[in-house]
């Protein structure tokens, strides 16, 4: 069975620009998560999508969207980039069900110059 | 609010020895608890969790944890330190409501470093 799976693994982009990172979790998972994880801050949960709708989200600005298409994978966007969003993206996906666990992809390596 | 707090960012074992690693947590609804590794350059693995149930959980690679509620605690332990162990572990909380799992509240990480 394949595991999550992100792309692109690395990602150079310079301030200002928008990043767009893409998730596919694994078959039959229907909730992805994001986190940041930036040297320093540690692991931050970003947002929380299921069945296409976002759930919930952490304490990050507007400009940090994205969206789950009707295949369950996602996508995350990051607006007019700054130096400190330089962080691994890691992306998660669970089964319904109470007991279970979320499962990381491998993560995207965002630096912004 | 739900906060983790590991003590120690780095903690240091000789090969055989015991292994600690330190998780208390903060949260007003039961919690669900997790232990995920870290090895560099990659993602996270399930160590173990708990949900509900027994308290005492194993998972893979020898590790085990205690859910202690009155001590709001959940150390991971591992009787025999292996080399390969050396990585990254996070201990991560959440709750869970009819919606769904929320988002991972994560530690700060403890480096385990195995001394040979």
């Known amino acids: 069975e394949a595991g999550v799976t992100q792309s692109p693994t690395h990602l150079i982009k310079t301030r200002g620009q928008q990043a767009t990172l893409r998730c596919s979790p694994i078959s039959g998972h229907t909730s992805v998560y994001w986190y940041q994880q930036a040297l320093g801050l540690g692991l931050q949960f970003l947002l929380w999508?299921?069945?296409?709708?976002?759930?919930n989200r952490g304490n990050f600005p507007p400009r940090f969207s994205g969206r789950q298409f009707p295949n369950y994978s996602s996508e995350l966007n990051v607006n007019a980039l700054e130096l400190e969003d330089s962080a691994l993206y890691l992306c998660?996906?669970?089964?319904?069900?109470?007991?279970?666990?979320?499962?990381f992809g491998p993560g995207t390596r965002l630096t912004v110059l | 609010a739900q906060s983790v707090t590991q003590l120690g960012s780095h903690v240091s074992v000789s090969e055989g020895a015991l292994v600690l690693l330190r998780c208390n947590y903060s949260?007003?609804?039961?919690?669900?608890l997790f232990w995920y590794v870290q090895y560099p350059n990659q993602g996270l693995q399930l160590l173990l969790k708990y949900t509900t149930g027994a308290t005492l959980v194993k998972g893979i690679n020898g590790f085990e944890a205690e859910f202690k509620k009155s001590e709001t605690s959940f150390h991971l332990t591992k009787p025999s330190a292996h080399m390969s162990d050396a990585a990254e572990y996070f201990c991560a909380v959440t709750s869970y409501s009819g919606g769904g799992a929320d988002g991972l509240t994560f530690g700060k990480g403890t480096h385990l470093i195995i001394q040979p």
């Open positions: 999508y299921d069945e296409g709708e976002e759930r």
């Open positions: 998660a996906s669970r089964i319904q069900g109470a007991r279970n666990e979320q499962f």
């Open positions: 949260s007003s609804v039961p919690p669900y």
